[in-house]
Every structure is written in structure tokens, then in C-alpha cells.
Nanobody
Framework: QLQLVESGGGLVQAGGSLRLSCAASGRRLENFVMGWFRQDPGKEREFVSAISWSSASIIYADSVKGRFTISRDNAKNTVTLQMNGLKPEDTAVYFC?????????????????WGKGTLVTVST
């Protein structure tokens, strides 16, 4: 069974940067499409980014495009999200997610594997 653990969250000022990591265990990550989502209290979970098995396909939400970069290292079984130019509206709990199809991750539906999340707080 695939398990995902996020790390790297914290408190930063607007304009700052953070690098989130997702460590996988139990399964080979190379067999999964990976994604990052985020959620503020009282809001629906929001898609942030997705990356395909070999990084050939990458997509970002419009709100983060140009500021965030997703990457993966299948040999190390990790996925990262480099976040630059952070804004207060980026404040949320960030979740790492995995599934075996591109459609489920990019559609935000039916994703089978989730991490517990890491909190990112961007101050004004």
C-alpha cells in the first residue's frame, strides 16, 4: 500500500519561498501520477499541480503557474513542489496525492492515495 508523507511547510513572508517534499513508501512511485492539492479551512480542496509518471506532462493551476514548480525523482521515491513568490492567498494545508491514471489526478476526482498534509502560512 502506498503511503505519502509531506514535509517542508512553514511560515514565510509574502514574496518568500518554500520547498515542499513528498516521500513515498510501500510502492514504487514511478507507477503513479503525482499531484499537489491545497485546502484552506472552510474551502474545498484545490488543485495545485500534477506531474506524469516520467515528468513528460506537467500542469499547474492558473493561480500558481509561473511561481510553483513540481518535480519528481522516481529513483528516490520523492516528489517536490518548489514555491516561489508566495502570496498570502497561498496559505493552506498542502497535500501530496497519487493515483494510477492521469485523468483522476487532473480531474481532482477518485484519487486513491493522500498524504496527511503540511501547513504553509504566508504572512503579509
Amino acid at each position: 500500500q502506498l503511503q505519502l508523507v509531506e514535509s517542508g511547510g512553514g511560515l514565510v513572508q509574502a514574496g518568500g519561498s518554500l520547498r515542499l517534499s513528498c516521500a513515498a513508501s510501500g510502492r514504487r512511485l514511478e507507477n503513479f501520477v503525482m499531484g499537489w492539492f491545497r485546502q484552506d479551512p472552510g474551502k474545498e480542496r484545490e488543485f495545485v499541480s500534477a506531474i506524469s509518471w516520467s515528468s513528460a506532462s506537467i500542469i499547474y493551476a492558473d493561480s500558481v503557474k509561473g511561481r510553483f514548480t513540481i518535480s519528481r525523482d522516481n529513483a528516490k521515491n520523492t516528489v517536490t513542489l518548489q514555491m516561489n513568490g508566495l502570496k498570502p492567498e497561498d496559505t493552506a494545508v498542502y497535500f501530496c496525492a497519487a493515483d494510477d491514471t492521469w485523468a483522476t489526478v487532473t480531474s481532482h476526482r477518485g484519487i486513491n492515495y493522500w498524504g496527511k498534509g503540511t501547513l504553509v502560512t504566508v504572512s503579509t
